[in-house]
């Protein structure tokens, strides 16, 4: 079996990890690793030949701003766990920092999908997906962020909020990350929803 407990990737946040097994309910974490492993067939999310894993998943708890994501490079292991699933309870971009329970550190994206969550309640789901083509193709085609913003940043945050205030965005939900080539973010009511969104573009 893959190493459950893969190496530490290019988080740029605090991530206040505090360390126990999680169970998800089955309801949330079926259809999330159905969907991740869908997109993992695809390249979508992965691991590029350096080693350095991108894209991930994530699923929000019901009733709150929480939500459980693919934790930090798991991009290469082809078929996750729910121990490769943290549970990111709290997200403060102003003091660059999130709070997760697991067995591993949350996603360098995490601050990203706090901040789609935070824009609208409906949202169940958000994907972020790498691909060159696919970015190439709609930036600046699809609601697109600033250029000058890089990933996992309590900017790119800030940035998404702005973004989500666009019906363009709510209405296509899917969106460009400008400042990071490759990244595609979309987002909706399911698992499956937001990743359909994906693979229709």
């Known amino acids: 079996m893959s190493n459950p407990f893969p190496l530490e990737g290019s988080v740029k946040f ?4 505090t360390i126990e097994k999680i169970e998800i309910p089955s309801e949330l974490y079926e259809p999330l690793n159905f969907w ?6 695809k390249c979508l999310i992965g691991a ?5 894993g991108y894209g991930n998943i994530s ?16 991009g290469g292991i082809p078929e996750l766990e729910q121990i490769h699933y943290p549970l990111v309870e709290r ?3 102003e003091a660059n920092s999130i709070w997760c329970r697991g067995l591993i550190k949350a996603s360098a994206e995490s601050m990203s999908h706090a901040a789609i969550y935070s824009a609208n309640n409906e949202i169940a789901s958000v994907v972020h997906i790498h691909n060159h083509q696919l970015w190439e193709k709609y930036i600046g085609i699809l609601p697109t962020t600033d250029m000058e913003v890089e990933y996992g940043t309590p900017e790119m945050a800030y ?13 296509r939900k899917v969106f ?3 400042g990071h080539e490759d990244g ?3 987002f909706g009511k399911s698992v499956k929803e937001a990743t359909l969104i994906i693979l229709a573009l």
Do not use: K
């Open 159 to 171: 940035e998404i909020v702005r973004i989500m205030t666009y019906s363009e965005t709510i209405a």
């Open 36 to 41: 991740r492993n869908e997109l993992w067939l």
């Open 48 to 52: 590029y030949a350096d080693g350095i």
């Open 91 to 93: 997200c403060e971009p």
């Open 184 to 186: 595609i973010i979309s």
């Open 176 to 178: 460009v990350m400008g």
């Open 14 to 17: 605090d991530c206040h990890l």
């Open 59 to 74: 699923v929000r708890v019901p009733g709150s701003n929480q939500f459980y994501i693919s934790g930090t490079a798991t």
